[in-house]
């Protein structure tokens, strides 16, 4: 099925691993052409990206998502090297690993959550609707996209991570603002979010591999599985092609195997070699 994503400049931010190199396989594999932002994994990044069949089409770029100023200079470059950017996946974020609640939570790891997941993802946004307004919308009718990230926590919450919940739940207001306004540049121009559940990356993977953490996260799901990476990012890619979500704008696609906040199987009905086995079918 085409997509009519081929040859779209599409920037990634968090694309050093997880559901941002997943991401970057997906897009690549459309003929896309790439800008992947790292920060702390940026040479695995460049290694990674120097082995892919895409790498003579992909830029990649490092920035701290945290810093508005490296964001912009982001975006410089990948206007100079592809002359605009179409599509904007804002996915870069962190999970802190250990469990505190707000009560006892640094100010530093507060503030740290939010710089990097909302404002960052905020300062991509910024960028990239500024670069639309400079390159201007395409000629063929295809509108820009900006995909935020989000997470299931913003919905339900997240017991001991409240940081991240809160991180995450401000990209709502993001989302329904920024549909109104990306319109003003590009008639075209939507934007919208994916909002994974419990996903196996290399962030989730410590919090997965504690004895009966899977048994309780499945049992919230009607599907008893958790999600990959590719998952998510087949998602976002659905969303981004103007062909097969071209009147799709503002809405959250939730990928988590149908959580509803509540427990809907006893754990003692999951079995978490079942779901592993699963995992390392796929």
Not at 139 to 168: C, M, N, P, Q, W
Not at 187 to 199: A, I
Request: charged share 20%; with cysteine; hydrophobic share 45%.
């Amino acid at each position: 099925m085409d997509s009519g994503l081929r040859d779209k400049v599409v920037l990634i931010t968090g694309a050093s691993g997880g559901i941002g190199r997943a991401m970057a396989e997906a897009f690549g594999a459309e003929g896309c052409q790439l800008v992947l932002s790292g920060n702390s994994q940026l040479d695995k990044l460049r290694a990674w990206t120097a082995e892919q069949r895409f790498s003579d089409r992909a830029l990649v770029v490092g920035a701290n998502v945290a810093d508005a100023a490296e964001v912009e200079s982001l975006f410089a470059a990948a206007r100079e090297r592809f002359g605009r950017v179409d599509v904007c996946l804002a996915n870069a974020g962190i999970w802190p690993v250990d469990d505190t609640p707000l009560a006892a939570m640094s100010a530093e790891r507060l503030q740290r959550t939010v710089s990097v997941n909302l404002l960052g993802a905020a300062y991509t946004a910024r960028s990239f609707l500024a670069s639309l307004a400079e390159s201007g919308p395409r000629d063929d009718g295809h509108g820009a996209v900006l995909i935020f990230t989000g997470s299931t926590a913003a919905r339900f919450g997240e017991r001991h991570h409240g940081d991240y919940s809160l991180s995450k739940a401000g990209l709502t207001g993001l989302l329904m603002t920024l549909k109104n306004e990306i319109v003003d540049i590009d008639p075209f121009g939507r934007v919208n979010m994916v909002e994974p559940g419990w996903t196996v990356t290399h962030m989730a993977r410590p919090a997965l591999s504690q004895e009966g953490v899977i048994s309780k996260v499945v049992s919230t799901m009607p599907l008893r599985q958790l999600a990959r990476a590719k998952d998510i990012a087949a998602s976002a890619l659905w969303l981004a092609s103007p062909l097969l979500s071209r009147h799709v704008t503002g809405q959250t696609l939730t990928v988590a195997g149908g959580m509803e906040g509540r427990v809907l199987w006893n754990q003692s009905d999951v079995s978490e070699d079942a779901v592993r086995e699963r995992l390392d079918h796929d």
